[in-house]
Every structure is written in C-alpha cells, then in structure tokens.
C-alpha cells in the first residue's frame, strides 16, 4: 500500500498548500493576539 | 504565474488587514477579545480572497491548476466560515453599550450599533447556508446555472453586509486606514464579480464562434466543433478546457467546462467531446450546424508542451479521453520526436471513441466489460496493466497524463509512485473537485 501522503493526488497538492497557509495565518492570528 | 509566488500574494493580502490593524488600532485589549477581532479580520479577508479564487482567473488557475485552485477555495472558505462564527462568541463577558467618553479607543466595550451588529448577523446566517448550498450542490440537483447565480449573489450579499459590520462594527475597522483598506478590498472583490458576469461575456460578443459540425461518435458521446466567426480563433495548448456557451446570450450563465479534444496545430476549429451526463449535454445532439456560441479560456495546466521528459504516457477513462486526445492529434501534427503511448478504458466496445484516428499503433484498449471475441486489454485499468504497458525505464523518465473517473486517477497515481515515477512527472486534473 503507498503512503497516501506520497500520492500525487489532487489532495497531496492542495494540502501542502494549506499546510503553508495555515500556518502562516495562525502565526500572523498569535502575533497579534500577543502583542 | 509560479505557484509559490500566488501563495506569497494570498498570504498578503489575507494578513494585511490583520498586521495594519495592529499598527494603527490602539492599544491590545485582553487576548480573547483579541484574538475574537483576530479571527473576524482574518475571516472577512479570506471571505474576500474567496471571489478571486472562483476558478476564472487564468493567472492563479492556469499556474496551480483549475481543479488546485477550487479546492483551495472550498477549503479556505470552511476555515473561513468556521473563524467567522466562532469570532462573536470570544467577546463574552466584555461590556457593551455606546460611545464612552472615557474609553475614545474603545479598549473597554464592545459596540452595540443596532445596525452594524444586524449586519454582522446577517452574515452569521447567510455564510453557513452559502457554503452548505455549495458542499451538498450535486445532491441537491440545481440546475449549474441557478446555483452558480445563487453563489454569486450570496457571495456578494455577505461581503456587503460585513463591510458595513467591520466598519461601523469593529474596533480596528472604525479606524480611517482600515476603512479604506476593507474598501479597496471588497472593491476588488466585486469587481472581480462584474469582470466574470459583464466584462468577460463583453470580450466573448466581439469574439463569437459559430457551430460547424455536431457527430454522434458512440451512442452517448459527441464530438461539436466551432469555428471562429471573423476572429483568428484561440490561442490554447492542446490538453486545456474551456467554458462554452451555445446558443445563449454571452452574458447568460448557461455555460459548461469542456476539455478541448482538437489540436492547436490542425487549425483554428476547436472540437469538444461531450458525453450525454447532464442538462445541457443531453441535448447536444439536437444543437444545429451555424448556432452562435462563445468560449471562455483557455484554462488549465494539463500540457505536455516544452517539457523534456523522452515520452508522453497518456491514460485516459471514458471521456476523459479529450484532453489527451488533444494531446495526441497535437503531437502527431507536428511530428513531435517524443514516444507517446495511450490506455483508454471503457466499459463496453459500443463507447471506444475515435478508434479508426487512435489506430492500434502505440494504443491499448481496455474494456472492462470486453465482448467474446475482443482481443484487447480487459478489467479495470489498475497496477497490474499499467505494469504490462510500461517499462521500469519508461515509469522513472516518461511523463504520465491521466484524465478520467476518480477511482481510475486513484489507483493509477498510487501505482506510479510506487514505481518510482516522480511526482512531478505526473500530471491530472480533475473535474470534480471533492
């Protein structure tokens, strides 16, 4: 069975994406929370 | 444009209102109340990035990928809505009420503005039934049309309403800077709007295209052609789709994405190959020779051209056949000096498309419910054929393009990682996007 994360599928392309997103949304979000 | 620069200028733009509202917009208040005006920032501009990310912009979805781009912008718009309506319940306990005299930043209270918390109210209701709407759209059988003008219209109800919310609402979106920044922003975003449904079908009208041939190629497939009307046609590479409106106004919404099935190379006609699915494909075979029609594309990054790879494996399920079959007349009308080799599977012999122009040459036929006396491939189109097909040496150089059902892209992206085929070296795109 392949690692499902090593699939060239459509969601293994998109969920890099969100991955970065997200986390850059939730750093910029606890920035501002702590300031 | 290159995916890593369109996730760079997302990222901006979505935090921009949330970093300039911290710059200009008083002292912090406690870290729930906070991170409650956080998350309302954060979800109106993702709200707002939403209407760029509707799929109709070439330079995000012709760099990612049409079927990238409408997944993202399902996913953003659920983390959205989840920011939006948690954000109200993070104000609890703070005092509300008017204007204080004592407190000018409004450090201390939360606004009671009949009208802007209304507003705010509004979008409450109506975000969750816009997104609901659009995750159950196929179970709830609309029409495309009704519900794309239901999507739209609502779309463009809930970023008027928290406009007025965040302006007249919110504490950092009361500060002159930030009420010319969601400004901008919303303008953008409706515009976005009025470039889709008034300034695209506007390009469409002085650039129309006539229907020259509708054929019957299997009992629920057919090939139309358009040619372009005193125009010099469209420049696409073969492997895209486009959006095609026939016999309606340009500005109708009867529009539907098809894949191009001819060849840049073989001229200005552009062929599509349609199979009897839904409204408007059902009636295909009754469109007349002559009615007008417009396109709007070309979309999508489902290209073979300039690539270095030594050879292009095509695989291809019922009708997905026609982005590749574009790519295939492209590469044999210029000679292409790459190898090519193609799989097309169907169920029964009556729906092979296009067999006399595919030949046998470089083509596999499978058929997963194959009469007595078929000589070709048959089952599904899965591991063990694939392996049939190519070489170890082919799996680790060639590019592989796929087009076809879900299940078929599954199992055949899963099998050429496990042998060893690079990821980049594959390339599909998918027409439903769940």
């Known amino acids: 069975m392949t690692n499902p994360i090593k699939r060239a599928s459509l969601r293994r392309r998109v969920s890099w994406i969100v991955w970065a997103v997200n986390i850059a949304l939730f750093a910029t979000l606890l920035v501002f929370v702590l300031r | 444009m290159k995916p890593f620069f369109l996730i760079v200028v997302y990222l901006g733009a979505v935090t921009l209102p949330l970093i300039l509202s911290a710059a200009v917009g008083g002292p912090p208040r406690e870290w729930h109340q906070e991170l409650a005006s956080g998350l309302g920032i954060l979800a109106f501009s993702m709200i707002l990035m939403e209407f760029i990310l509707s799929g109709r912009f070439k330079a995000i979805s012709n760099g990612v990928g049409m079927d990238v781009t409408m997944r993202f912008h399902q996913i953003m718009a659920r983390m959205a809505l989840v920011f939006a309506l948690v954000h109200p319940f993070l104000y609890q306990e703070t005092p509300s009420g008017g204007p204080r005299p004592w407190d000018p930043t409004r450090e201390l209270t939360l606004t009671t503005d009949f009208s802007a918390i209304l507003s705010g109210i509004g979008a409450?209701?109506?975000?969750?039934?816009?997104?609901?709407?659009?995750?159950?759209?196929?179970q709830l059988d609309y029409k495309y049309e009704t519900w794309r003008l239901m999507h739209g219209v609502g779309a463009l109800l809930i970023a008027l309403l928290l406009l007025n919310h965040t302006i007249y609402g919110g504490r950092y979106g009361s500060e002159p800077v930030m009420t010319w920044v969601w400004l901008a922003m919303t303008g953008v975003a409706v515009g976005s709007l009025l470039m889709v449904y008034l300034w695209v079908p506007l390009q469409q009208k002085a650039r129309a295209w006539r229907v020259v041939s509708v054929n019957q190629l299997t009992p629920k497939q057919w090939e139309l052609s358009v040619e372009p009307e005193g125009h010099g046609g469209l420049d696409y590479k073969a492997g895209q789709f486009l959006w095609l409106n026939v016999g309606h106004s340009p500005f109708s919404l009867k529009e539907n994405p098809f894949s191009i099935c001819s060849a840049p190379a073989e001229g200005p006609r552009?062929?599509?190959m349609i199979k009897e699915l839904g409204d408007f494909t059902r009636t295909v075979g009754q469109i007349e020779s002559g009615t007008l029609a417009y396109l709007d594309g070309p979309y999508g990054n489902l290209s073979v051209d300039g690539r270095a790879e030594p050879g292009v494996a095509l695989i291809a399920g019922g009708v997905g056949l026609a982005p590749l079959l574009g790519i295939l007349r492209q590469m044999r009308a210029t000679n292409d000096p790459r190898k090519v080799r193609l799989i097309y599977g169907n169920r029964v012999i009556d729906q092979i498309a296009y067999r006399e122009e595919l030949g046998t040459e470089d083509v596999v036929y499978v058929l997963s419910e194959p009469p007595d006396n078929w000589e070709g491939e048959f089952g599904f189109i899965d591991g063990a054929l694939i392996d049939r097909v190519f070489s170890e040496e082919e799996f680790s150089e060639w590019?592989?393009?796929?087009?076809?059902?879900?299940p078929m892209m599954d199992v055949v992206e899963?099998?050429?990682i496990k042998r060893g085929t690079p990821s980049h070296h594959i390339l599909s795109e998918r027409f439903s996007y769940d």
């Open chain 2, 414 to 416: 899963d099998h050429l």
């Open chain 2, 124 to 138: 409450f209701l109506l975000l969750p039934s816009l997104v609901i709407l659009a995750i159950g759209r196929t």
């Open chain 2, 399 to 406: 590019v592989f393009v796929m087009c076809g059902p879900a």
């Open chain 2, 270 to 272: 552009v062929s599509f």
